[in-house]
């Protein structure tokens, strides 16, 4: 049996109940993203328990664009959509969908309220009506225009379309009860005037419907079993139920609350991550902090350890906050096994092998992957000038630091044990260069004589090797909980730009994680690449926030 998408919970446990019952003989779900951003790491939750319950029970799931509210929607958001959930690694049941496809029958059942007397035109100015609509404490008062004959609400609601009035000059309201505990249900405006050119009926329309009234006949429309939305749809589901209930419709599908994905020191919404898109103070919906799909793509996150992290954010009735930790954890997990492992200096300090031949050269075995041999080996070129970590050398360490310092002997990864003989610094003072020797007898990394030696270090070729940019990442955000702008970690982004690359990656570097051995995971990313090619750091070997997020 192959591995289900989505683990066992309280709507698994309802599905399983109405195939047994009978009440439905196939699973049909959909997830209906509005194109107004690009979608988020919460997102990725809906999606992969829409789609995944599909898959897990053989039914389908629709993408539905809820396309309503012209004025913040584009093609281009659109498509961003369809290209993440492709890449996330889903597929949609018939043609991608819009709510607009619906435009004409959503009319006609407004229509149908209006003759049975249970939508009415309503002149009040949006200010009267939000006035009179009341508060969780007090109940709302009935619009003068509420008992007004079905007739002149259909002419009226029929002139609004041939667009006669004036944007918000009145709307359509379903004609429910003003005095319902539930806000919702206080006669809910269904129709709005808006003259707004929409990305697919252009300029059909002047009347747009609402979410409420439009999402829920969409569902029935489309044939929908289950439609999973989360928790904060969950008073609005009376509402959801009360148009279906009052048109003539042969489906009614049910709607299933659940907690929505929340992370720590992450923003889900897209109206805030907009903000920052729109203020510069990222590098568009894709830049490599952003939660946004196309930004961890960008970044190097792959689809499957996203995925992965959606399966483990349970879904409950319960609201919860989930460390950003584990994300970075699972995609770590997996890059573990996947990603062949190179060497890269980030911060590169030159060496120079005081009794190794000058002009001389040779070639070292290194292995791709120390834990599967499968991953093979490679030759990389070794001479007497090379580059190592300008912190893997600290002037009068003691003891404890393995790695150089004078007198103190080391390993190069795969190559021979070099000794720290002098630092040769500038005259500020900074260390420029470190002159070593090296024990020919120790090639490959171990001494003849049994002797031993506690740091292992990486390094590349002076001569070989390439200069590349690597931008490291941290948090964007450095609160747990971020509000927005203000918590904006200033140093979320460290450009260096003077890394460098062992030879005879670069040409073969798209579309591959690597390891860097000792620095973390990285993925060329050539979104403004010039001459120097650049590599995001996907994620840290190790993380470092853990502490902060338990506080
Ligand atoms: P945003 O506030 O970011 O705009 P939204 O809910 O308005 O989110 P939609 O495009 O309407 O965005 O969302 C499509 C689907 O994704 C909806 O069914 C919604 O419930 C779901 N969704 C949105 N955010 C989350 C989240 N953080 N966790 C789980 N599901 C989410
Ligand atoms: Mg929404």
Redesign the pocket.
């Known amino acids: 049996m192959t591995e289900k998408n989505v683990s066992e919970n309280f709507i698994t446990q309802i599905i399983d109940a109405d195939l047994a019952s009978g009440k439905h003989a196939q699973v049909h779900t959909r997830?209906?993203?509005?194109?107004?951003?690009f979608?988020?790491?919460?997102?990725?939750?809906?999606?992969c328990?829409?789609f995944g319950l599909a898959e897990d029970y053989q039914g389908q799931c629709n993408l539905r664009f809820?396309d309503t509210n012209p004025d913040k929607e584009s093609v281009e958001y659109a498509q961003a959509i369809q290209k993440d959930v492709e890449w996330l690694g889903f597929k949609w049941s018939d043609k991608v969908l819009y709510t607009s496809d619906n435009f004409d029958q959503l009319y006609g059942y407004a229509e149908e309220l209006i003759n049975k007397g249970l939508a009415f035109v309503d002149e009040q100015s949006p200010e009267q009506i939000r006035e009179t609509r009341g508060d969780f404490t007090t109940p709302g008062t009935n619009s003068p225009f509420r008992d007004r004959p079905s007739e002149e609400s259909l002419d009226f609601f029929r002139r609004m379309r041939a667009g006669e009035f004036a944007d918000g000059a009145m709307v359509l309201r379903a004609k429910i009860d003003m005095q319902s505990g539930n806000l919702n249900m206080r006669d809910p405006i269904i129709y709005r005037i808006k003259r707004q050119h929409h990305i697919r009926t252009g300029d059909k329309w002047c009347i747009y419907p609402m979410y409420d009234f439009s999402h829920c006949i969409s569902d029935a429309l489309e044939g929908i079993t289950h439609s999973?939305?989360?928790l904060?749809?969950a008073d609005h589901k009376p509402l959801y139920d009360w148009v279906l209930d009052n048109i003539t419709i042969d489906c009614h599908p049910q709607q299933i609350e659940?907690?929505?994905?929340?992370q720590t020191f992450t923003i889900?919404?897209?109206?805030k991550?907009n903000e920052l898109v729109e203020q510069g103070v990222v590098d568009g919906w894709d830049d490599p902090r952003m939660p946004t799909v196309s930004g961890m793509r960008r970044r190097g996150y792959t689809p499957t350890s996203i995925r992965e992290y959606a399966k483990k954010s349970t879904v409950t009735k319960k609201p919860s906050i989930i460390p950003m930790s584990m994300l970075e954890d699972c995609v770590r997990q997996e890059l573990n096994a996947s990603s062949p492992r190179i060497m890269g200096v980030l911060n590169p300090l030159k060496l120079v092998i005081e009794n190794y031949p000058e002009g001389q050269s040779e070639m070292i075995t290194a292995k791709n992957h120390p834990m599967d041999e499968s991953f093979g080996t490679r030759e990389l070129p070794f001479g007497r000038e090379l580059y190592i970590e300008a912190d893997d050398y600290k002037e009068g360490a003691n003891r404890k630091f393995f790695r150089f310092t004078e007198g103190r002997e080391v390993r190069l990864r795969y190559a021979y044990y070099l000794t720290c003989q002098r630092a040769i610094k500038d005259e500020n003072g900074n260390v420029i260069e470190l002159r070593c020797t090296y024990d020919p007898e120790t090639k490959g990394g171990s001494s003849p004589d049994g002797r031993k030696v506690k740091g292992t270090i990486h390094w590349v070729s002076a001569q070989h090797a390439d200069d590349v940019e690597l931008r490291l990442y941290d948090r964007l955000f450095n609160v747990v909980s971020p509000k927005g702008m203000d918590d904006l970690n200033p140093e979320s982004l460290l450009v260096l730009n003077n890394a460098k690359l062992e030879p005879g990656i670069i040409e073969h570097s798209n579309d591959v994680q690597y390891q860097f051995e000792r620095m973390g995971y990285f993925y060329r990313d050539k979104t403004h690449e010039t001459d120097k090619p650049i590599f995001n750091r996907i994620v840290n070997l190790r993380d470092s926030w853990a502490k902060q997020e338990q506080q």
């Open positions: 997830f209906p993203p509005e194109p107004n951003g979608l988020h790491v919460g997102h990725v939750k809906s999606i328990l829409n809820d999973v939305c989360t904060e749809f659940f907690n929505r994905l929340n889900t919404s897209k109206r991550l």
